[in-house]
């Protein structure tokens, strides 16, 4: 089973911010998907295949990255971006996903 | 408009059963892989397992294989989750997700609203 972490646990950042969520796995996987999941709702598609943004995405959202290691960044924090972000890998079974960051606003 | 309801979840006791449903609509069920995830309260989410967009093919999580099933009804455009001999680590809000793909890569796309489940005595 592939293990995904995620750092950091919980940030803060002030409007404005260039904010960076990462996760590692722990075998390479070929892609990463991310979810954005607010207080009480169900989690939303965000980016998938590790930069595609999902549809109503933000632009000043990205994603990067390759074999073990990935990453989700805001190039300019805004209060609607509160939220938890997980990741996700398809690569093998079983489906794994990350622990998740909670991004917070200052 | 993609939509996935889910039903069926309640409060159980330890060692258990309890069947969700999941009805869909707003698109060509039969053509989609489904799958089941769940979240513990405050926790992350764990995949439970997936099924084929015929039916014939099911892959599951270490955890729960053995003691849950997830099977379709493609006429009915309807995803079940039979769940057996439950622990109460299962409390979870169990969700309904569509599995797609766009250009070699897959990804979970559509999530339910999810449904509650309690395993206590």
């Known amino acids: 089973e592939i293990v995904l972490t995620q750092s950091p646990t919980t940030m803060a950042a002030s409007p404005g911010e260039k904010v960076t969520l990462n996760c590692l796995a722990s075998s390479s996987v070929s892609y990463m998907n991310w979810y954005q999941q607010k207080s009480g709702a169900s989690p939303k598609l965000w980016i998938y295949g590790t930069s595609n943004l999902a549809s109503g995405v933000p632009n000043r959202f990205s994603g990067s990255g390759s074999g073990t290691s990935y990453s989700l960044t805001i190039s300019s924090m805004e209060a609607e971006d509160v939220a938890t972000y997980y990741c996700l890998q398809l690569s093998s079974y079983p489906l794994t996903f990350g622990s998740g960051t909670k991004l917070e606003i200052k | 408009e993609v939509q996935l309801v889910e039903s069926g979840g309640g409060l159980v006791q330890p060692g258990g059963s309890l069947k969700l449903s999941c009805v869909a609509s707003?698109?060509?069920?039969?053509?989609?892989?489904m799958n089941w995830v769940r979240q513990a309260p405050g926790k992350t989410m764990e995949w439970i397992g997936d099924?084929?967009?015929?039916?014939?093919?099911?892959n599951y999580a270490p955890s729960v294989k053995n003691r849950f099933t997830i099977s379709r009804d493609n006429a009915k455009s309807i995803l079940y989750l039979q769940m057996s001999n439950m622990r109460s680590d299962y409390t979870a809000t169990y969700y309904c997700v569509r599995g797609a793909s766009y250009y070699g890569y897959n990804y979970l796309d559509y999530w339910g609203q999810g449904v509650m489940v309690t395993v206590s005595s």
């Open positions: 707003g698109f060509t069920f039969r053509d989609y892989w």
């Open positions: 099924i084929k967009p015929d039916g014939s093919n099911t």
